[in-house]
Nanobody, 125 residues
Framework: VQLQASGGGLVQAGGSLRLSCRTS????????MGWFRQAPGKEREGVSC???????YYADSVKGRFTISRDNAMNMVYLQMNSLKPEDTAVYYC????????????????????WGQGTLVTVSS
């Protein structure tokens, strides 16, 4: 199982970025995919999750601004981030798991077994 996140960068507040997660070694369409972030000095937090059945979850702090999606043919998962704020600054990670992920546990980082290397998003004010 390999996950490779990319697409981070420096953007001004109010701007947009699209993160990508390339998956390999497994059929990602059958498993939940998650995006997490970790700011300096803070714990890793769940940003969004897309289950294999299409159900999505979002952290309250990003609802209405971020959208998770997947391209099964390309084995890619995306996180479209709009209206970015300085508090969105963090290293963003994609993750997957082969056990049950649902609305009660998707945001718990320790629940996920496989992680990408992270991509840094910096939002300037």
């Amino acid at each position: 199982v390999q996950l490779q996140a990319s697409g981070g960068g420096l953007v001004q507040a109010g701007g947009s970025l699209r993160l990508s997660c390339r998956t390999s070694g497994f059929n990602s369409r059958h498993f939940p995919m998650g995006w997490f972030r970790q700011a300096p000095g803070k714990e890793r937090e769940g940003v969004s999750c897309l289950r294999s059945n299409g159900i999505t979850y979002y952290a309250d702090s990003v609802k209405g601004r971020f959208t998770i999606s997947r391209d099964n043919a390309m084995n890619m998962v995306y996180l479209q981030m709009n209206s970015l704020k300085p508090e969105d600054t963090a290293v963003y990670y994609c993750a997957t798991d082969f056990e049950s992920i649902d609305g009660n546990n998707w945001h718990v980082a320790t629940r996920w077994d496989y992680w990408g290397q992270g991509t840094l998003v910096t939002v300037s004010s």
